[in-house]
């Protein structure tokens, strides 16, 4: 076999995030000369899911502060703990991004025909957390309406405010033509929360409602991103099938978008080599010449690669927690003939939690819960992934989110913490950066819900590789490889 | 659910195909899903997917068939295509020794780091090179393998030996004349125990493989239920 450094390489991907990914996937069919090197001994870069081993030699990588976007990695085993199932059981996410039905990600994985092998789940109701004010009223989760039909049936509000909500859906449906327009415009950058109270007399109950929909990690997202998420989520609502609005892929979310975009890549012909990574490089005008881990010296005329220094704001805590019981009441389809979901969503609104040493939680704490549906776990356990912005004691507001959820959900006896795994997501680079032979993906973002403001840059790195022979309206759009047509239809 | 005559359970079964280049772990596949040869294929680039549905009394299993190549030498693909695999297929070539330690080599790794619970076949192929596996006879018992004219350098006994001892499923083959091709892929589907595929097994979900369907969301139009069933994407 020709050794590495006999080629010039078209493009060098480094990294198997899911830009870098991505990035394959697009050029999988270009004919292009692709070395796709990742310095990691897995795949999936930022966006990665983990086996326990897995997870414990990042952590030990992490602390050694050679993740540079991740610190304070631990992991925690309760000393009591039984019911722990073997390492590859599980697949925890270090994305575990929701996709809602009408992101762009989806309609390129359909022109693609990458989803064939990816396996899309349900994500299901959404809820909000209120603690107990007093020692009577036991703390809970209350489901929040957000369909016509589910406003019309809830008891969880008044007529009134019901009236009220059914107004501010209709609006955002909406809200971007004449008069609604109007309306918005301009609160367009000033919190959503101050537009709800002002133009629709919202209370606290339904703003933080509304506030869940978005998503928002500070809470203040502004008028005009908070109305077209929220849009969005309508707008998904039922695409795919009555009674959901977003969808999971199967086995460690985005990671499964990651590896198949890969697969993708090899099978049009890139070379594939983990565990290795770029020493040095001489940079040229129209070539750059890397110096691999590996000792191997090659020469290419792109590379590619991912932003991987904090830029110093706010980070993203995250605890993924294992818990021992199958937590089936979260997982119900609320409409006939739906899906039942493999992910539901719990919201703890900002002060709804305070930690031993009497902290408030400053902002709101978003709890994912998958189902073993999902292969991320074994049947009868679930996994738990916690995102709050990483100020004040975050450890201590997350620990206290999940000690609230767990008592919040069993009428008996509280499921048991199997497993937790903690660290908190620095922020990088928000943009691409191109100079000249070389392409820098931002960091990967910390959104709750997939964002494609994340595809973008994929799609420019994707014309500067190409170059003349770049066809827009091409654009991850392929035909089905040979034997991979769908035959079975039933007879 | 919707048909009066209703259709099997269907499960798709994710398969991986490793082993040393030139066994005939292409040819294999060509073999099972479009009962064809070709004698001097050209080399697989990366990996290539392929389904095949395979029909039990019970059940349908649909296999999704990632077959890996030409990169040997980075064994880095690998992890992507046996990651969540149900089943896999480690080729060696019964002439060629050198391919049978490249297959145990496999078999390591997958106990290693693929999902617990994989089903394993171990094939040797090429069946039709040596003096057993020749045309129409396979009853040729005393063949023995060590006869001259034989190209055989691999015995039954001791790969059969080593395939017990791992608890692998064991089958020679040849993709040249297809025999016991569709015999290995029968046997895999038969081996997937009932609950891997499965997902779903909540209190009293009594068609539980149909139901692992049922979750999925299918991002190919909208939901026809006679679409759902077979389609699983
Ligand atoms: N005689 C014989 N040749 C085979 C058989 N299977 C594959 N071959 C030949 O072996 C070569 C390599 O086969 P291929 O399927 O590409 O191997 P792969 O690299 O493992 O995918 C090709 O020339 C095939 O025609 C077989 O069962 N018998
Ligand atoms: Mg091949």
């Known amino acids: ?491 | 659910m919707a048909d009066s005559s209703a259709p099997k359970p269907s499960s798709s079964v994710k398969l991986v195909l490793l082993g040393e280049a030139a066994v005939g772990k292409s040819s294999l596949v060509l073999r099972f899903v479009n009962n064809d040869f070709q004698e001097n294929k050209e080399p697989t680039i990366g990996a290539a997917f392929l389904t095949q549905k395979c029909n039990l009394p019970t059940r349908t299993i649909k296999f999704e068939i990632w077959d890996t190549a030409g990169q040997e030498r980075f064994a880095s693909l690998a992890p992507m295509y046996y990651r969540n695999a149900q089943a896999a297929l480690v080729v060696y070539d019964l002439t060629k020794p050198t391919s049978l330690i490249k297959a145990k080599h496999w078999v390591a790794e997958l106990q290693r780091q693929a999902s617990p619970g994989i089903v394993i076949a171990l094939v040797g192929n090429k069946l039709d090179l040596t003096e057993d596996g020749t045309g129409s006879g396979g009853d040729a018992e005393d063949a023995g393998g060590e006869d001259s004219g034989d190209a055989r350098k691999i015995s039954t006994e001791e790969a059969k030996t080593y395939a017990e001892e791992e608890g692998l499923l064991f089958f020679e083959t040849s993709a040249k004349t297809g025999f016991n091709v569709t015999e290995v892929f029968t046997a895999i589907a038969n081996a997937i125990p009932e609950t891997s595929l499965k997902t779903a097994r909540g209190p009293g979900a009594s068609h539980a493989a149909a139901r692992t369907e049922e979750q999925r969301v299918n991002l190919n139009g909208p939901r026809d239920p006679n679409a759902k069933e077979g389609c699983a994407c």
Not at chain 1, 305 to 329: E, I, K, N
């Open chain 1, 1 to 491: 076999m020709e050794s590495l450094g006999d080629t010039l390489w078209d493009v060098v991907i480094s990294g198997t995030g899911l830009q870098q990914s991505l990035l394959a996937l697009a050029l999988s069919r270009s004919g292009k000369k692709i070395l796709h090197i990742d310095p990691n001994e897995f795949y999936g870069g930022s966006e990665a899911a983990f086996s326990l081993q897995d997870a414990k030699s990042w952590v030990t990588h992490a602390s050694n502060g050679s993740c540079g976007l991740v610190k304070s990695a631990s992991i925690a085993l309760p000393e009591d703990a039984t019911g722990l199932s073997p390492s590859r059981a599980y697949s925890l996410a270090l994305a575990p991004q929701l996709i809602h039905a009408r992101s762009a990600i989806l309609s390129q994985l359909v022109s693609s025909r990458a989803y064939r092998q990816v396996e899309f789940l349900a994500v299901g109701s959404f809820f909000i957390f209120s603690p107990s004010r007093d020692s009577a009223e036991a703390s809970g989760l209350t489901r929040i309406p957000s369909t016509r039909e589910e406003v019309f049936s809830t008891t969880a509000i008044s007529a009134k405010e019901k009236r009220l909500l059914m107004k501010f859906l209709k609006f955002v449906l909406d809200h971007e033509s004449s008069p609604h327009l109007e309306t918005w415009q301009e609160h367009a950058d000033s919190p959503l929360v101050d537009f709800l109270q002002k133009e629709f007399k919202m209370g606290g109950e339904l703003q933080t409602y509304i506030i869940t929909l978005t998503l928002s990690l500070d809470g203040q997202i502004n008028t005009r991103d908070g109305l077209a998420v929220i849009r969005r989520h309508l707008s998904s609502m039922g695409v795919y099938g009555p009674g959901f609005a977003a969808i999971y892929p199967k086995w460690g979310g985005l990671s499964e978008i990651a590896q198949v975009s890969c697969r993708a890549g090899a099978v049009g012909g890139a070379v594939y080599m983990l565990g290795t990574g770029i020493e040095t490089m001489e940079i040229a005008e129209d070539e750059v010449e890397l110096h691999l881990t590996s000792g191997d010296n090659i020469k290419t005329r792109m590379l590619v690669r991912a932003d991987d220094s904090p830029s110093g704001q706010t980070g993203v805590g995250r605890l993924v927690a294992v818990v021992g019981s199958p937590l089936t009441s979260l997982f119900e389809a609320t409409v006939e003939g739906a899906p039942r979901p493999a992910v539901a969503l719990i919201a703890f609104p900002a002060g709804s939690l305070s930690t031993a040493a009497g902290e408030e939680s400053a902002y709101p704490v978003y709890l994912s819960v998958h189902s073993s549906e999902t292969g991320e776990c074994p049947v009868g356990q679930s996994v738990l992934y916690l995102t709050t912005l990483a100020t004040g004691n975050v450890t201590g507001i997350l620990e206290r989110a999940l000690d609230a959820f767990i008592h919040a959900t069993s009428d008996s006896q509280a499921p048991q913490v199997l497993y937790r795994l903690q660290y908190e997501q620095l922020p990088g680079a928000d943009t691409a950066r191109a100079e000249g032979p070389i392409f820098t993906f931002p960091a990967p973002s910390p959104s709750l819900s997939f964002d494609d403001s994340v595809l973008e840059p994929v799609q420019e790195a994707w014309k500067k590789v190409m170059g003349e022979a770049a066809a827009e309206a091409e654009y991850m759009v392929f035909e089905d490889r040979e034997g991979a047509m769908d035959d079975d239809v039933y007879e």
